[in-house]
């Protein structure tokens, strides 16, 4: 399984962003693909997750209302849309995926601690 990452960017505070992560190799078997982030100094720390079916989400506090993750499966690429975005969510942001058939919900695997496999990252920087 492969995962890459387009759509990071310099973006002003407040305006919006979208993130692509394209899939290759990715089977339809149960899994979990979401988006981390890394902002310097800090630890990398999970954005949102969604489930194989695109029927269950999960968001980080610091993300929710401004963040939207969605999938299209027929294009193997998960998407996250990028709104009212703050300074404070300038980082590289990783596309990743937990591989392991736990059947677990959405908020357990999204989890850097559970990936398998990590794509490689987009900056995306906000300038206030």
């Known amino acids: 399984v492969q995962l890459q990452a387009f759509g990071g960017g310099l973006v002003q505070a407040g305006r919006s962003l979208r993130l692509s992560c394209a899939a290759s190799g990715l089977s339809s078997g149960d899994h979990v693909i979401g988006w981390f982030r890394q902002a310097p100094g800090k630890e990398r720390e999970a954005v949102s997750c969604?489930?194989?079916?695109?029927?269950?989400?999960y968001y980080a506090d610091s993300v929710k209302g401004r963040f939207t993750i969605s999938r299209d499966n027929a294009k193997n690429t998960v998407y996250l849309h990028l709104n009212n975005l703050r300074s404070e969510d300038t980082a590289v942001y990783y596309c990743?995926?937990?591989?392991?058939?736990?059947?677990?919900?959405?908020?357990?695997?999204?989890?850097?601690?559970?990936?398998?496999?990590w794509g490689k990252g987009t900056l995306v920087t906000v300038s206030s």
């Open positions: 990743a995926a937990d591989l392991t058939k736990t059947f677990r919900d959405v908020r357990y695997r999204c989890n850097s601690r559970r990936v398998d496999v």
């Open positions: 969604i489930s194989t079916i695109g029927d269950s989400t």
